[in-house]
């Protein structure tokens, strides 16, 4: 081993380092990238998760009128459309480690990753335009 | 190659503990969530577009069958942030040893029990 230092105080969270240390010992692809994409999404939808369950639960007592005001405002606007892209870019980082884990035909792994990649992305996309239609047309 | 694969180990080569069990319920109520980002595009489509969908979409939510999955993803989402919570505590270094980890597993579930609790509380009786 080259470099004994030991992990404990510099989680790979913190310290861009431990891809250095990781290369040699086996096939990395995007596993870091994804990893840390995972913790940080995980971390903006402890707010942003509270915040929408919250509203839709105080929407549940309303009717439709108020729940276009309210997605129409500037505001919710972006916390919605933050709170899809970081649940849709955890669900995709998620989704495939599961994946990862139960296919295990390469050719098969790639076509089922790509359909979710692209699912995800027509998800997002959606809920973005309408978002978006709500809040220009206010 | 003979070694077992992932999808096979449970029931033949696990013993059940509370902490694999919480460690699939995770991964269970991650991929319902996941699907149920479908139906929540579909709700913000059809209030962007008002009208008959938002009437139809919201004739099914309120349905039997939409109160259902709503209850079903409600638990869900509740047990998905506590327990990715314990998950976050984990990556920073803390709580490893066993009894800790029952501890928190525990915890997490109480938690989601009491939210789910209070939030349907509150929708059907408040």
Known sequence: MADPRPLSNSTALRDEAVLR????????HDGLREWRLQRLTALALIPLGLYFASSVLWL?????????????????????ILFMLAGL??????????LLDYVHTRARLMAISLLVRAAVVIIAGASILAVLKLFLGR | MERPLSPFM????????ITSALSILHRLTGIALAVGSIL????????AAGGELFAKTHAFI???????????????FF?????????????AGHGFELRHAYRSGY??????????????TYVLFA
Do not use: E
């Open chain 2, 107 to 120: 915890a997490v579930l109480a938690v989601t029990v009491v939210l789910t609790v209070l939030t349907w």
């Open chain 1, 21 to 28: 240390r990781v290369r040699q010992l086996g096939s990395a």
């Open chain 1, 60 to 80: 549940a007592k309303s009717d439709q009128t108020t729940a276009v005001a309210w997605l129409s405002s500037p505001v919710t606007a972006l916390l919605v």
């Open chain 2, 62 to 76: 309120t349905s039997p069958i939409g109160m259902l999955l709503l209850f079903g993803w409600s638990i869900a």
């Open chain 2, 10 to 17: 449970f029931p033949t080569w696990y013993r059940f503990q």
């Open chain 1, 89 to 98: 870019g955890h669900a995709l980082v998620g989704l495939r480690s599961v």
């Open chain 2, 40 to 47: 929540l595009a579909w709700w913000f489509i059809s209030l």
């Open chain 2, 79 to 91: 047990y998905h942030l506590c327990n990715g919570i314990r998950h976050l505590v984990w990556d």
